[in-house]
Protein backbone atom coordinates (compact mmCIF):
# COMPACT_ATOMS: atom_id res chain seq x y z
CA UNK A 1 0.00 0.00 0.00
CA UNK A 2 1.73 3.54 -0.90
CA UNK A 3 -0.61 5.19 1.25
CA UNK A 4 -1.39 5.61 5.33
CA UNK A 5 -4.89 6.82 4.67
CA UNK A 6 -7.86 6.49 1.86
CA UNK A 7 -9.65 9.47 1.81
CA UNK A 8 -13.51 9.08 0.31
CA UNK A 9 -15.69 11.59 -0.90
CA UNK A 10 -19.35 10.43 -0.33
CA UNK A 11 -21.78 11.84 -2.89
CA UNK A 12 -21.38 9.74 -6.29
CA UNK A 13 -18.35 8.02 -4.72
CA UNK A 14 -19.88 5.79 -1.94
CA UNK A 15 -23.43 6.05 -2.35
CA UNK A 16 -25.14 6.84 -5.35
CA UNK A 17 -26.84 10.49 -4.63
CA UNK A 18 -25.96 12.89 -7.28
CA UNK A 19 -29.14 11.76 -9.90
CA UNK A 20 -31.34 12.20 -6.88
CA UNK A 21 -29.78 15.05 -5.50
CA UNK A 22 -28.86 17.21 -8.54
CA UNK A 23 -32.59 16.32 -10.26
CA UNK A 24 -33.97 18.27 -6.64
CA UNK A 25 -31.54 20.76 -6.85
CA UNK A 26 -32.37 21.62 -9.97
CA UNK A 27 -36.18 21.69 -9.92
CA UNK A 28 -36.16 23.38 -6.54
CA UNK A 29 -34.07 26.49 -8.16
CA UNK A 30 -36.28 26.28 -11.14
CA UNK A 31 -39.14 26.43 -8.69
CA UNK A 32 -37.84 29.91 -6.60
CA UNK A 33 -37.48 31.70 -10.19
CA UNK A 34 -33.80 30.88 -11.05
CA UNK A 35 -34.44 28.56 -14.14
CA UNK A 36 -31.52 25.52 -13.84
CA UNK A 37 -31.61 22.07 -15.68
CA UNK A 38 -30.14 18.88 -14.24
CA UNK A 39 -26.56 19.10 -16.37
CA UNK A 40 -26.37 22.85 -15.13
CA UNK A 41 -26.77 21.55 -11.63
CA UNK A 42 -24.20 18.49 -12.03
CA UNK A 43 -21.96 21.28 -13.85
CA UNK A 44 -22.32 23.96 -11.37
CA UNK A 45 -22.65 22.64 -7.93
CA UNK A 46 -22.00 19.25 -7.75
CA UNK A 47 -19.48 18.54 -5.36
CA UNK A 48 -19.71 21.68 -3.41
CA UNK A 49 -21.04 23.04 -0.20
CA UNK A 50 -24.69 24.33 0.68
CA UNK A 51 -22.66 27.89 1.13
CA UNK A 52 -21.41 27.84 -2.76
CA UNK A 53 -25.39 27.59 -3.79
CA UNK A 54 -26.25 30.57 -2.29
CA UNK A 55 -23.23 32.35 -3.69
CA UNK A 56 -23.87 31.48 -7.17
CA UNK A 57 -27.54 32.00 -7.14
CA UNK A 58 -26.60 35.52 -5.81
CA UNK A 59 -23.60 36.29 -7.51
CA UNK A 60 -26.00 35.21 -10.91
CA UNK A 61 -29.00 37.01 -10.03
CA UNK A 62 -28.32 39.41 -7.61
CA UNK A 63 -30.62 37.55 -5.31
CA UNK A 64 -30.75 35.97 -2.25
CA UNK A 65 -32.50 32.40 -1.69
CA UNK A 66 -34.48 32.07 1.18
CA UNK A 67 -33.65 31.55 4.52
CA UNK A 68 -34.92 28.42 4.88
CA UNK A 69 -33.74 27.03 1.73
CA UNK A 70 -31.23 24.17 2.92
CA UNK A 71 -33.71 23.00 5.34
CA UNK A 72 -36.22 22.33 2.69
CA UNK A 73 -33.87 20.70 0.16
CA UNK A 74 -32.51 18.43 2.61
CA UNK A 75 -35.84 17.54 3.86
CA UNK A 76 -37.00 16.82 0.40
CA UNK A 77 -33.07 14.90 -0.23
CA UNK A 78 -33.64 13.10 2.38
CA UNK A 79 -37.19 11.66 1.79
CA UNK A 80 -36.01 10.91 -2.11
CA UNK A 81 -33.40 9.24 0.04
CA UNK A 82 -35.23 6.56 2.25
CA UNK A 83 -37.00 5.40 -0.95
CA UNK A 84 -34.40 5.23 -3.67
CA UNK A 85 -30.72 5.56 -2.44
CA UNK A 86 -28.33 2.84 -3.26
CA UNK A 87 -24.65 2.19 -2.42
CA UNK A 88 -21.94 2.90 -4.89
CA UNK A 89 -21.66 -0.74 -6.48
CA UNK A 90 -18.68 -2.54 -5.25
CA UNK A 91 -18.20 0.25 -2.35
CA UNK A 92 -19.18 -1.82 0.86
CA UNK A 93 -16.34 -4.31 -0.83
CA UNK A 94 -13.82 -1.84 -1.15
CA UNK A 95 -14.27 -0.65 2.27
CA UNK A 96 -14.08 -4.21 4.07
CA UNK A 97 -10.86 -5.09 2.03
CA UNK A 98 -8.94 -2.05 3.81
CA UNK A 99 -10.81 -2.60 7.11
CA UNK A 100 -9.14 -5.99 6.66
CA UNK A 101 -5.92 -5.27 5.52
CA UNK A 102 -6.12 -2.42 8.08
CA UNK A 103 -5.76 0.56 6.16
CA UNK A 104 -7.07 3.51 7.75
CA UNK A 105 -9.65 5.35 5.87
CA UNK A 106 -11.94 7.99 6.53
CA UNK A 107 -15.38 10.04 4.51
CA UNK A 108 -14.72 13.86 3.67
CA UNK A 109 -17.90 15.35 1.85
CA UNK A 110 -19.44 18.75 1.51
CA UNK A 111 -22.59 17.26 2.65
CA UNK A 112 -23.89 18.06 6.20
CA UNK A 113 -23.07 15.17 9.10
CA UNK A 114 -26.78 14.35 8.91
CA UNK A 115 -27.22 13.95 5.26
CA UNK A 116 -23.94 11.33 5.39
CA UNK A 117 -25.39 9.91 8.48
CA UNK A 118 -28.84 9.30 6.03
CA UNK A 119 -27.61 8.11 3.10
CA UNK A 120 -25.15 5.56 5.32
CA UNK A 121 -28.51 4.01 7.25
CA UNK A 122 -29.76 3.56 4.66
CA UNK A 123 -27.28 1.96 1.97
CA UNK A 124 -25.74 0.33 4.99
CA UNK A 125 -22.70 1.63 5.39
CA UNK A 126 -22.79 2.91 8.36
CA UNK A 127 -21.51 0.06 9.25
CA UNK A 128 -17.77 1.35 7.88
CA UNK A 129 -17.99 4.80 9.07
CA UNK A 130 -18.19 4.98 12.85
CA UNK A 131 -18.29 8.60 14.00
CA UNK A 132 -14.75 9.25 14.17
CA UNK A 133 -14.16 8.38 10.50
CA UNK A 134 -16.78 11.06 9.32
CA UNK A 135 -15.87 14.62 8.35
CA UNK A 136 -18.16 17.04 6.83
CA UNK A 137 -17.46 20.79 5.19
CA UNK A 138 -19.78 21.75 8.25
CA UNK A 139 -16.32 20.95 10.08
CA UNK A 140 -14.51 23.48 8.50
CA UNK A 141 -14.99 27.26 7.42
CA UNK A 142 -14.63 26.57 3.54
CA UNK A 143 -16.01 23.94 1.27
CA UNK A 144 -14.38 22.38 -1.51
CA UNK A 145 -12.39 23.59 -4.28
CA UNK A 146 -10.60 24.90 -0.45
CA UNK A 147 -8.62 22.48 0.51
CA UNK A 148 -9.50 23.03 4.19
CA UNK A 149 -11.80 19.85 4.79
CA UNK A 150 -9.26 17.06 3.67
CA UNK A 151 -6.09 18.93 5.70
CA UNK A 152 -8.92 18.90 8.47
CA UNK A 153 -9.83 14.91 8.21
CA UNK A 154 -5.81 14.19 7.60
CA UNK A 155 -5.20 16.05 10.95
CA UNK A 156 -7.67 14.12 12.78
CA UNK A 157 -6.51 10.92 11.61
CA UNK A 158 -2.91 11.77 12.34
CA UNK A 159 -1.46 11.56 8.50
CA UNK A 160 0.35 14.08 7.27
CA UNK A 161 -1.38 15.18 3.64
CA UNK A 162 1.57 13.43 1.21
CA UNK A 163 0.58 10.08 3.01
CA UNK A 164 -3.25 10.48 1.98
CA UNK A 165 -5.08 9.62 -1.12
CA UNK A 166 -8.61 10.92 -2.25
CA UNK A 167 -11.46 9.27 -4.25
CA UNK A 168 -13.23 11.79 -5.66
CA UNK A 169 -15.76 11.98 -8.69
CA UNK A 170 -16.27 15.85 -8.79
CA UNK A 171 -13.71 18.97 -10.26
CA UNK A 172 -14.35 20.72 -7.03
CA UNK A 173 -13.36 17.67 -4.69
CA UNK A 174 -10.01 16.79 -7.29
CA UNK A 175 -9.09 20.78 -7.10
CA UNK A 176 -9.29 21.08 -2.89
CA UNK A 177 -6.94 17.39 -3.01
CA UNK A 178 -4.32 18.65 -5.36
CA UNK A 179 -4.83 22.07 -3.15
CA UNK A 180 -4.12 20.12 0.19
CA UNK A 181 -1.09 18.27 -1.66
CA UNK A 182 -2.75 14.96 -2.11
CA UNK A 183 -2.83 11.99 -4.74
CA UNK A 184 -6.21 12.13 -6.06
CA UNK A 185 -7.93 9.34 -8.09
CA UNK A 186 -10.88 10.45 -10.03
CA UNK A 187 -14.19 7.85 -10.61
CA UNK A 188 -15.60 8.60 -13.57
CA UNK A 189 -18.97 6.32 -13.37
CA UNK A 190 -20.63 9.60 -13.54
CA UNK A 191 -17.70 12.40 -14.06
CA UNK A 192 -15.76 12.28 -17.25
CA UNK A 193 -11.88 12.24 -17.02
CA UNK A 194 -11.71 15.84 -18.80
CA UNK A 195 -13.91 17.40 -16.09
CA UNK A 196 -11.53 15.99 -13.35
CA UNK A 197 -8.00 17.34 -14.75
CA UNK A 198 -5.24 16.91 -12.28
CA UNK A 199 -6.21 13.49 -10.89
CA UNK A 200 -3.01 11.08 -10.62
CA UNK A 201 -5.28 8.45 -12.42
CA UNK A 202 -9.05 7.82 -13.36
CA UNK A 203 -11.42 4.73 -13.05
CA UNK A 204 -15.11 3.44 -13.95
CA UNK A 205 -15.71 0.97 -11.23
CA UNK A 206 -15.18 0.64 -7.61
CA UNK A 207 -13.59 -3.58 -7.86
CA UNK A 208 -10.88 -1.11 -9.82
CA UNK A 209 -9.61 0.85 -6.98
CA UNK A 210 -8.29 -1.75 -4.49
CA UNK A 211 -4.74 -2.68 -7.53
CA UNK A 212 -4.81 1.10 -8.06
CA UNK A 213 -4.22 2.03 -4.46
CA UNK A 214 -1.60 -0.94 -4.79
CA UNK A 215 -3.44 -3.13 -2.53
Known sequence: MRYDLVIFDNDGVLVDSEPISNTLLAGYLTELGHPTTYEESVRDYMGSAMHRIHELVEERSGQRLPAGFDETFHARV????????????????????????????????SGSHERIRV??????????????????????????????????????MGVAP?????????????????????????????TPEEKLAGAAGFFTAMDELPAILGL
Not at 79 to 106: H, M, N, R, S, T
Not at 167 to 175: F, I, P
Open 119 to 156: GHRKTGLDTWFPDELVFSAEDVGRGKPAPDLFLHAAAR
Open 162 to 190: ERCVVVEDSRLGVQAAVAAGMDVYGFTAM
Open 78 to 109: FAAFQAELEPVPGAGAVLKQLADAGIPYCVAS
